[in-house]
């Protein structure tokens, strides 16, 4: 029997009732649709897409914060809501985009960092074990836990967060823009650190971010979204290339050059602003700034189309590679 | 804006259900009102009359039915101490008690405008910091010994006022000082903070720079912004001169609901108790409601925006 | 509130904010210290030497503020009835602050129907004059220390549950009480340990503008002669008592009056710089 996948979704989708402008009743707005990916112990998945496309809302529902509002999610096998809150917290953890608000203002470092032990009943001397090798694997040096969070520059304070969620041993780490507080140079040092995480703990990480370049180095699997879909997944290499969506190559043609590691396929600059979710355009979501866009995209919702191995594309005009190299 | 009107109209009702509610069990649960009525040692046969007459002895949710029909059809039970229907008793008292308020509302409104206003205009000379320590002392001083320094001054001393009774208005103007001063410096500090505000917005200094004279800026473009949120706080002071009403009518004797509500408390007059509590909470949620209604009707960003 | 658009807020503490606090810190030493060696029974009646002025109003030493209408020394009757309506205040103040900051995190932490009927409880209180419901309550319970210190405590409630929920509202949704919900954190936790110390300075104001009003309100109830009761004094019994003198010995009116008045204007002037300091962007 084999162990159950660590993260499976399927088919998820999820809905909000939203009030808009001037409008007395709630509407029904769908944020993220048919969503369906899986994630081994150990492996990365990379999740692109830009601001708004419902990224966030997808590492909601699948760390039980929100219920799906169809299809289903699972962790080690598991609903995730209904894992009791401390079983899921060895589980997975959340490292999300500001830091310095997850960390209490009023609490030292040293009675942050040795809080989840307190709620999860560690006795005293493991306590000081485990922070001394969590601090470790962060590289924070031990005097800064007599600090308050206030008095950390922003790199340290995402390093405490991480070093936070580590003294739980957690498998997964579901980390929402990690970097996009930082600057340029701490990002560096932080990607190195997630490296070492994958490798040394054999953390298994859901990596979100608009930042291709950094998704890229990080990722065994990659994933990229658009209005609450995935238009496409695959391994890193291919990601972008010139068989990916035409979205995807538009990413990356929007991507400053120097932090893609990758040539650029066409110039393809996306047109204007992404539609709402309120407002979904019909058929291929896509279509409107697509400069590939015939009459189908506007009339018939994509299929997904297995391009080759784990490379798959929703794209009226994806093509699979296995039957052309025949 | 029907919908909105709706809302407090149904919310309104409910708070006033509410206080119907919480007032009758309140009374009742607190002790055998038979036992606190009558004296200590009377005899068992009077209790029971007592109790049959006042429908005592019947179980807590009939006695609760009846009442809420009862208030409904405008009857607010008899009281006990001379058997003539509540609504009578207290009803006789509010012209006086309305007197007083109306009058104290005014000299609030007066002088806290006056001063308020002053204490701006000389903003941080010797008068506003004059003022302002007045104002302190104003609403620090608790009106009742207010009250009596004023007789003692007034009435005894120099014996230009009466310090007792409701005939002329002489014997008006140490009751409405005593109410009025709290509020009225409540408000001078809040009018003298409003204008100051007001004054720094941008488009007076933009009507300063067309050459407008400073008499024009003030009463065109200074106190129309300072006059909105004045009005909020002279609407939150209702409730602070009913509260003030009793203690300084029994100060001063003013034969009013105030006085009224002292003495049917010391003698444990259920039924008058209970009707001057719903009169007060009527009129009190009636002015709530008016109050939100003309700010919906004014500001369509209060009619969108949930509960403030 | 006054001050802050317009003015910057002077780093220095006011001289007469200290002359206030030094008062009010002298007061409750006086208090303290008093209760050592006196109580309400044992001040001796002297009928000899009824309704004498005080020190320098014809009075002597023997009876410094002057002797009340059964020849009890005023100066005795003020300091017991200094502790008493320090006392009643003190703890008044406690258990509104403690029952309302309660309730307002509830209806913050319960959505739906719970806020709902916690808020629409709350709007009902604070449409009405507290004094009303206080006066209806004690009458009908009848007269009773800790009864009264129960009544005179709920006055403020609504202010604190309101400030409490819609600061727990905004906290609740906070990085750190999402983290600690994350890491396996139970509700007390989240709310008792990280959401209450945040939004405590925004209460402790609300605390020092609650302070004086409590005890305004204990002193009325008192002064109607339906608050502390006998032999039990307060500064607002004495002053009741006095009132039926005021023509032929004032003191006895007045000189509580005086300290009640001191004391409620120095704790306004601590609460109002309590709120620039601790509060200086919002105020009621």
Redesign the interface.
């Known amino acids: 029997m084999t162990e159950p996948l660590l993260l499976e979704a399927r088919a998820l989708s999820k809905a909000f009732r939203v009030r808009s402008a001037g409008s007395v009743w709630r509407r029904l707005t769908t944020i993220i649709e048919d969503i369906s990916l899986r994630l081994d112990i150990g492996r990365t998945l990379g999740l692109v897409g830009e601001s708004g496309s419902g990224k966030s809302t997808l590492a909601s529902v699948l760390i039980g914060d929100l219920w799906p509002s169809g299809g289903e999610a699972r962790l080690s096998g598991r609903r995730p809501t209904e894992i009791p809150r401390r079983q899921r917290a060895r589980i997975v953890q959340p490292i999300v985009q500001d830091p310095r608000a997850s960390l209490d203002p009023r609490w030292p470092i040293g009675k942050l960092l040795s809080e989840p032990l307190e709620i999860h009943g560690d006795d005293i001397d493991k306590r000081h074990a485990k922070i001394a090798s969590a601090l470790e694997a962060v590289d924070l040096p031990s005097d800064i836990l007599s600090r308050f969070p206030h008095e950390v520059s922003g790199g340290q304070a995402q390093r405490l967060a991480i070093a936070r969620a580590l003294v739980l041993d957690p498998q997964l780490l579901v980390c929402d823009e990690p970097l996009s507080a930082l600057d340029l140079i701490t990002q560096t040092g932080m990607i190195s650190l997630f490296q070492r995480l994958k490798t040394q703990r054999r953390l298994s990480m859901l990596f979100i971010s608009h930042d291709l370049a950094a998704v890229r180095e990080l990722s065994d699997q990659m994933a990229v979204m658009y209005l609450g879909r995935i238009v496409e997944i695959g391994p890193p290499d291919v990601i972008g290339g010139p068989l990916s969506h035409p979205y995807t190559r538009a990413l990356v043609a929007a991507a400053p050059r120097f932090t893609t590691g990758l040539r650029r396929s066409g110039r393809a600059p996306i047109l204007g602003e992404p539609p709402s979710h309120a407002a979904k355009p019909p058929g291929c979501a896509f279509h409107p700034r697509c400069p590939a866009a015939a009459p189908v995209c506007r009339r018939d919702a994509p299929p997904t189309v297995r391009i080759m191995g784990e490379h798959s594309v929703t794209c009226h005009f994806a093509q699979p590679q296995a039957l052309a190299a025949e | 804006m029907i919908?909105f009107a709706t809302g407090k109209l149904v919310?309104a009702a409910?708070?006033l259900w509410?206080?119907a509610t919480?007032?009758f069990f309140?009374?009742r649960m607190?002790?055998d009102?038979a036992m606190?009525f009558l004296p200590p040692d009377a005899p068992a046969v009077q209790v029971e009359q007592f109790k049959k007459k006042w429908n005592l002895d019947q179980p807590l949710p009939s006695q609760y039915a009846a009442y809420l029909v009862n208030i409904a059809q405008g009857d607010f039970g008899r009281s006990f101490s001379d058997g003539r229907p509540a609504s009578k008793v207290v009803g006789e008292r509010i012209p006086k008690t309305l007197l007083l308020l109306g009058a104290s509302f005014a000299f609030i409104v007066v002088f806290g405008l006056t001063l308020g206003s002053l204490a701006a205009l000389a903003?941080?000379t010797f008068l506003d910091r004059a003022i302002m320590l007045i104002t302190?002392?104003g609403?620090?001083?608790?009106?009742?010994?207010l009250g009596?320094?004023l007789?003692?001054t007034f009435a005894?001393q120099f014996r230009w006022l009466p310090s007792s009774g409701s005939d002329g208005w002489q014997a008006l103007v140490l009751p409405v000082i005593t109410i009025g001063t709290t509020g009225g410096a409540v408000v001078a500090?809040f009018v003298?903070?409003a204008i100051?505000?007001a004054?720094?917005g941008p488009h007076v200094r933009a009507a300063r720079s067309r050459g407008l004279a400073e008499r024009t800026v003030f009463l065109g473009h200074i106190a129309p912004n300072a006059a909105l949120p004045t009005a909020t706080v002279l609407g939150l002071l209702l409730?602070?001169l009913?509260?003030g009403g009793?203690?300084t009518e029994?100060?001063f004797a003013w034969p009013g609901v105030g006085r009224l509500?002292?003495t049917?408390?010391?003698e444990?007059n259920?039924a008058v108790?209970?009707t001057?509590?719903l009169l007060?909470?009527a009129s009190?949620?009636t002015a709530?409601l008016a109050v939100d209604l003309l700010y919906g009707w004014l500001d369509p960003r209060v009619r969108q925006g949930g509960?403030r | 509130m006054f001050e802050t658009q317009t003015v910057p807020r002077p780093a220095k503490t006011p001289r007469i904010v200290f002359c206030a606090l030094a008062f009010l810190a002298g007061l409750f030493v006086v208090a303290l210290l008093s209760s050592f060696f006196v109580g309400p029974s044992d001040i001796p009646s002297d009928l000899r030497a009824r309704l004498e002025p005080p020190l320098f109003f014809g009075g002597s030493w023997a009876h410094p503020l002057g002797t009340d209408e059964l020849g009890r020394d005023m100066l005795m009757r003020l300091l017991v009835s200094i502790r008493t309506s320090l006392l009643v205040a003190t703890l008044g103040t406690l258990i509104g602050a403690v029952l309302g900051t309660a309730v307002g995190m509830v209806a913050a932490s319960y959505s739906g129907i719970v806020d709902d009927a916690l808020m629409t409880l709350v709007d009902v209180q604070a449409s009405l004059p507290f004094i009303i419901i206080a006066l209806a309550v004690i009458a009908f319970a009848g007269p009773g220390f800790w009864l009264f210190i129960l009544v005179v405590g709920l006055y403020g409630w609504e202010r604190y549950a309101r400030i409490a929920r819609s600061l727990t509202l905004s906290a609740q949704e906070s990085g750190y009480a999402r983290a600690t919900a994350h890491l396996g954190g139970g509700s007390f936790r989240i709310y008792v340990r990280h959401i209450l110390p945040n939004i405590a300075s925004a209460l402790l104001v609300a605390l020092t503008v609650n302070f004086p009003e409590t005890m305004l309100l204990e002193t009325s109830l008192s002064f109607l002669g339906l608050g502390v009761q006998p032999p039990d004094t307060s500064l607002g019994t004495m002053i009741g008592d006095g009132r039926t003198y005021l023509v032929t010995a004032w003191w006895i009116a007045v000189v509580p009056g005086v300290v009640l008045s001191l004391s409620a204007l120095s704790a306004s002037l601590v609460g109002d710089w309590c709120r620039d300091v601790l509060d200086p962007v919002k105020s009621p």
């Open positions: 919908l919310r409910l708070a509410l206080v919480l007032s309140a009374l607190a002790g009102p606190a903003h941080n302190v002392m609403y620090s001083i608790p009106n009742f010994f009596l320094l007789i003692l005894v500090r003298r903070a100051l505000d004054k720094t409730g602070g009913v509260a009793v203690v029994t100060v509500t002292v049917a408390v010391a444990r259920l108790v209970q001057i509590v007060v909470a009190m949620i709530n509960r």
